[in-house]
């Protein structure tokens, strides 16, 4: 279990660690998804009634209005009304013999959101696959792209497969698989690296997660992952970035870039490599972490020519940018990663002692973090938002992914402040929720059935009571907090109904049986969350 840790996580590029890790057997054992309880459904018709509209297509909100559901097909979407009057019968759809009326007048309807960078747990956490697929759904996740699959691929195909047939409570699932994973030998030419994208598409993977190697290698797999159709994404780890940044990668072929890594290297203008310090060391990820923090500034300044240039050629090439900005906010303010209030009730005793100060956990770096290292991070984030909404603004693709389960960020909570993040970034709200969801529907090549409210389209919504165009806290699973007419604070929000497959959850159910299972793992052993150190 170290073994396969340090070859995925700490030693991240290095393709020869990672495939002696598998060849020795060693597999994280993660608890696969219990049958599905919760949920209403599937109804030969479903018509939700009386909802505002808040879609992906740029179009500004809509409502009343009527959405009807045949077969998990979006069949008639009909406005029936103006705001503040009588809704006008006469306008609405009629109900079928064995249909189902889901009554939503003052609601918001917003199509499902897509994870592009999703973890189904691990056992190392305490995270069973039960426990994160509620999480995603309380916040109205209801497809996930799974980054690596590294609770092995056969096992997240049998996940993905159920909850395709909605056997389980779980977003649908798009599996990828780490280059190199399951094979017996390092991986070093590049006939090698085709034979092994063949064979990683003929056991199912929907795509590859690329941590870097060789130039002949990286070249060759992506050509042929390309040639078969097949997509990518790359966490360009500082092991290969030197020679194969993210320009190269998507030249190649790559079709996403997560987080940033390898993106402002291609934008050195004085320099080949990060400057890194003396006593830098990889494996230290205290070194690792802080010093990343000051690499947007070592890049070409905003609108120069090496940056325009960069930019220009990623939209050309149809890139997308899956920054994952929620997972390194810890860095920039650690106090309020630390002591976000869900926490307490929501985050598993084992994932709280993961999250905390270890020399082996990956993401578990606060050796020693302060003033310094969050002031280079607060930097780093302006540059690196910048470069993201002029990107948005310019035609490029940007996503929403959260890599959740590390650096204090909880699954599907993540995933809301990911959204005030674009926000901060300069994304109008609307644009956000097209990250959220066009954008990811267009990046999977799933745009047909996802990704917004459209006759024809699968039946994936989420439905909240308040507006989230006006605070995206709303949709966190604690809410938001608003003061009443009797001067007393009250929580408003939260997600409603999380709809998959014209499925019906109630979102805060789900959430109430995540409680439950923290509050049982608990009790097991008088576990009480504390801040490290005391």
Avoid at 21 to 30: E, I, K, L, N, Y
Wanted: glycine share 10%; net charge neutral; with cysteine.
């Amino acid at each position: 279990m170290n073994l396969i840790k340090k070859s995925i996580y700490l030693a991240l590029g290095s393709i020869c660690m990672f495939t002696v890790a598998f060849a020795q057997g060693g597999r994280p054992t993660v608890k696969k998804a219990d049958p599905r309880k919760e949920g209403d459904g599937p109804y030969p018709q479903l018509i939700i009634r009386g909802v505002t509209i808040i879609n992906s297509t740029g179009a500004p909100p809509m409502g009343p209005a009527d959405i009807v559901v045949e077969n998990n097909r979006i069949t008639a979407i009909r406005t029936v009304g103006s705001p503040g009057l009588p809704v006008e019968a006469n306008r609405r759809p009629q109900l079928k013999a064995g249909g189902k009326e889901l009554w939503a007048e003052g609601m918001y309807i917003l199509p499902g959101f897509i994870d592009m960078h999703g973890h189904i747990g691990g056992a190392d956490k305490g995270a069973d696959a039960d426990y994160v697929f509620k999480l995603w759904m309380a916040h109205g996740v209801t497809t996930v792209r799974e980054p690596g699959s590294m609770n092995g691929l056969d096992w997240v195909l049998e996940e993905k497969q159920k909850s395709l047939k909605n056997e389980i409570t779980a977003p649908r699932i798009f599996a990828y698989t780490v280059f190199g994973q399951g094979s017996t030998a390092p991986i070093y030419t590049g006939e090698q690296a085709r034979q092994w994208v063949r064979e990683n598409a003929k056991k199912g993977a929907d795509g590859i997660k690329f941590f870097g190697a060789s130039p002949e290698v990286m070249s060759n797999a992506l050509d042929e992952n390309k040639k078969l159709g097949l997509r990518s994404m790359a966490h360009h780890a500082q092991t290969d970035v030197g020679r194969w940044n993210a320009m190269n990668s998507a030249k190649s072929g790559l079709t996403s870039l997560e987080h940033w890594y390898g993106l402002p290297e291609s934008m050195f203008d004085d320099k080949t490599v990060q400057h890194y310090s003396p006593d830098y060391n990889y494996q230290n990820e205290q070194d690792r972490f802080s010093e990343a923090g000051t690499l947007w500034k070592q890049a070409a300044t905003p609108g120069s020519e090496t940056w325009n240039k960069i930019m220009n050629e990623l939209i050309r090439l149809d890139f997308t940018l899956d920054p994952t900005l929620n997972i390194y906010e810890a860095n920039r303010d650690l106090m309020r990663a630390r002591t976000a209030e869900w926490h307490n009730t929501y985050t598993m005793p084992k994932l709280w002692e993961f999250y905390a100060p270890n020399w082996n956990s990956h993401g578990s770096y606060w050796h020693s973090w302060g003033t310094e290292q969050e002031l280079n991070w607060k930097e780093n984030y302006k540059l690196w938002m910048q470069f993201l909404n002029e990107f948005k603004n310019k035609g490029g693709r940007v996503t929403v992914g959260t890599d959740a389960g590390f650096i204090y960020e909880l699954y599907g909570f993540a995933y809301i402040r990911e959204l005030e993040l674009l926000r901060e970034a300069g994304f109008h709200p609307l644009e956000v929720i097209k990250s959220a969801t066009l954008n990811g529907a267009q990046a999977l090549g799933m745009e047909k059935d996802l990704g917004s409210i459209e006759i024809g389209k699968l039946a994936d919504f989420v439905i909240v009571d308040q507006n989230p165009l006006k605070n995206f806290q709303v949709l966190y699973g604690t809410g938001a907090i608003s003061l009443g007419a009797d001067n007393k604070p009250k929580r408003v929000g939260g997600v409603k109904y999380t709809i998959k497959d014209g499925i019906v959850y109630d979102a805060k159910k789900l959430l109430q049986e995540v409680k439950e299972m923290v509050d049982q793992e608990k009790a097991k052993t008088g576990y009480v969350i504390k801040q490290p150190g005391f």
